[in-house]
């Protein structure tokens, strides 16, 4: 499927998925892969579905950059250096208040303990629709939050 076709067929998806309740575009969600086609298609996704995606192909390289500004991170589990778990530690330590989503194909993964870390798993292959939902739903619950303290 070419690109173009992909991320209007997501997009289609994802409105049909979606209520229009709070604007939560615009919010920046950081991708953490080694794989660049999964960083493509992610930031493709995100981008189509009005939020502004960063990809790092590395942990070493979001770290570098800095957390600063990050709404939703996203990363992969099983990457070189620095793994998803790392990085969901290190990321807890710089910002607890971050949501972090782990993704990974290795579905053994799923009972560890050391998932919790996350706010929520994605097994590859996942449903892109179910991980917009997810995000969606923490910034919205997070800008209600935010409205509730005025």
Not at 24 to 53: F, H, N, T
Not at 139 to 150: A, P, Y
Request: charged share 30%.
């Amino acid at each position: 499927m070419r690109r173009g076709v992909r991320v209007s067929v997501l997009r289609c998806l994802w409105q049909q998925a979606t209520s229009n309740g709070v604007n939560v575009s615009k919010a920046v969600v950081a991708v953490v892969d080694d794989d660049p086609r999964m960083l493509e298609s992610l930031q493709d996704l995100l981008e189509s579905s009005g939020y502004i995606a960063r990809t790092y192909a590395s942990a070493a390289a979001l770290l570098e950059a800095g957390l600063d500004g990050i709404a939703v991170l996203i990363a992969d589990i099983g990457m070189p250096g620095m793994d998803g778990f790392g990085l969901a530690q290190r990321s807890r330590r710089l910002r607890p208040e971050l949501p972090i989503f782990l993704i990974t194909g290795r579905h053994e993964l799923a009972g560890e303990k050391r998932v919790r870390i996350a706010d929520r798993l994605f097994r590859k292959p996942f449903d892109v629709t179910e991980l917009l939902k997810a995000v969606e739903g923490l910034l919205r619950g997070r800008t209600m939050e935010d409205g509730d303290d005025d």
